[in-house]
């Protein structure tokens, strides 16, 4: 089955840009989804299409998606940034969704 | 405005069965793609079920293929998730979501409803 690797941890200082990885065998194939998830909250959509933000999310928060790697750019970070970040796709091979497994992101 | 709201979730021993339920307003349930996705404590997502819009196909995971049925009626607006033979494993924090387009990032999620498998 398709697996998305994301690191476990990102900390970064407010004001900094954070990066936030997803990898998969040619995820680049693929649209990815990011979510974020604050502490007893459900999930938000962030970015969707690998780069398409919906309305109300802040130009701050941007995707790129190439190769075997999507990345979700958090620009001017912010303490409300802090949260948990999920990656998604749909694996047509399977007929699957599939999450990564989630970067807890903290702002020193 | 949008609203998703499950309901149904408890405590039940492992081998039994459960029922959640995803009322849909504000939109026109038949519409949309919808999906289950639970979250098991101090964990990450995982992928349940889905079904689009149209009724005609149905998805689930690996993990509850044969146990777990997602299914909806659109007239009622309600969503379902029929449980069978859970196991201590599925004891998690069940959302359901609305696809933005059919897989193109679930735009609406409810705040879950609890399912606890213990005996």
């Known amino acids: 089955s398709y697996v998305l690797t994301q690191p476990p941890s990102v900390s970064v200082a407010p004001g900094q840009t954070a990066r936030i990885t997803c990898g998969g065998h040619s995820i680049g194939s693929k649209d990815v989804h990011w979510y974020q998830q604050k502490p007893g909250q459900a999930p938000v959509l962030v970015v969707y299409?690998?780069?398409a933000r919906p309305s109300g999310i802040p130009e701050r928060f941007s995707g790129s998606n190439s190769g075997n790697t999507a990345t979700l750019t958090i620009s001017w970070v912010e303490a409300g940034d802090e949260a948990d970040y999920y990656c998604q796709v749909w694996d047509s091979s399977s007929d699957l969704q599939v999450f990564g497994g989630g970067t807890k992101l903290t702002v020193l | 405005q949008v609203q998703l709201v499950e309901s149904g979730g408890g405590v039940v021993q492992p081998g039994g069965s459960l029922r959640l339920s995803c009322a849909a307003s504000g939109f026109s349930l038949g519409v949309y793609g919808m999906h289950w996705v639970r979250q098991a404590p101090g964990k990450g997502l995982e992928w349940v079920a889905a079904m689009p819009g149209d009724g005609r196909n149905t998805y689930h995971a690996n993990s509850v293929k044969g146990r777990f049925t997602i299914s909806r009626d659109n007239s009622r607006s309600i969503l379902y998730l029929h449980m069978n033979t859970l196991r201590t494993d599925d004891t998690a924090l069940y959302f359901c979501?609305?696809?933005?387009?059919?897989?193109?990032?679930?735009?609406?999620w409810g705040q879950g409803a609890l399912v606890t498998v213990s005996s």
């Open positions: 979501a609305r696809d933005r387009v059919w897989l193109a990032g679930f735009d609406y």
């Open positions: 299409d690998d780069s």
